[in-house]
């Protein structure tokens, strides 16, 4: 017979918000970002869970944010508004890159842990010893990045 059991789990999460101020920022972080899944939420999530094989139910989550507890990137020493380090420990994404010209002025390069992305037209490429791709949407940019990322980290 199945039981139910509780853990508390502490998360620590960066939210990013764009607004016209800070104060209302931090406004929707407490009340809308980190809010607790609805009921079709925790139901899709136990149906993926149990295709996956998992045999454990999650019956509710609750989230609270104490609103001391949240803080500014820049107040702790981040990059700032709108800039994300990109690093080779985290997903990466379009946004996060910092294009160059490559002296044509048509073309710009980006490069993260060996990976080549170039952008023309509205056009992407990514050079990638594991794999390349050319002639990218924007749209299909971040699904490519992070295709490499998770191989990068073992998880595919």
């Given at each position: 017979?199945?039981?139910?059991?509780?853990?508390?789990?502490?998360?620590?999460?960066?939210?990013?918000?764009?607004?016209?101020?800070?104060?209302?920022?931090?406004?929707?972080?407490?009340?809308?970002?980190?809010?607790?899944?609805?009921?079709?939420?925790?139901?899709?999530?136990?149906?993926?869970?149990?295709?996956?094989?998992?045999?454990?139910?999650?019956?509710?989550?609750d989230f609270s944010v104490e609103e001391d507890s949240i803080t500014s990137a820049v107040a702790q020493g981040g990059l700032g508004e709108g800039n994300v380090e990109m690093?080779?420990?985290?997903?990466?994404?379009?946004?996060?890159?910092?294009?160059?010209?490559?002296?044509?002025?048509?073309?710009?390069?980006?490069?993260?842990?060996?990976?080549?992305?170039?952008?023309?037209?509205?056009?992407?490429?990514?050079?990638?010893?594991?794999?390349?791709?050319?002639?990218?949407?924007?749209?299909?940019?971040?699904?490519?990045?992070?295709?490499?990322?998770?191989?990068?980290?073992?998880?595919?």
């Amino acid at each position: 017979m199945s039981q139910d059991y509780e853990f508390e789990v502490t998360i620590s999460a960066v939210v990013r918000v764009r607004a016209e101020s800070e104060s209302l920022a931090r406004e929707v972080v407490a009340s809308s970002a980190l809010a607790s899944p609805s009921a079709d939420d925790i139901r899709l999530a136990n149906e993926a869970e149990f295709i996956r094989g998992k045999r454990a139910t999650v019956v509710s989550v609750d989230f609270s944010v104490e609103e001391d507890s949240i803080t500014s990137a820049v107040a702790q020493g981040g990059l700032g508004e709108g800039n994300v380090e990109m690093i080779d420990q985290k997903p990466w994404r379009l946004e996060d890159l910092a294009f160059e010209s490559m002296g044509d002025d048509q073309r710009e390069r980006a490069m993260i842990d060996g990976v080549v992305i170039m952008r023309q037209d509205g056009k992407y490429w990514i050079d990638a010893p594991e794999r390349q791709w050319s002639d990218l949407d924007e749209r299909d940019v971040d699904p490519a990045l992070n295709f490499l990322f998770l191989g990068r980290q073992g998880q595919l």
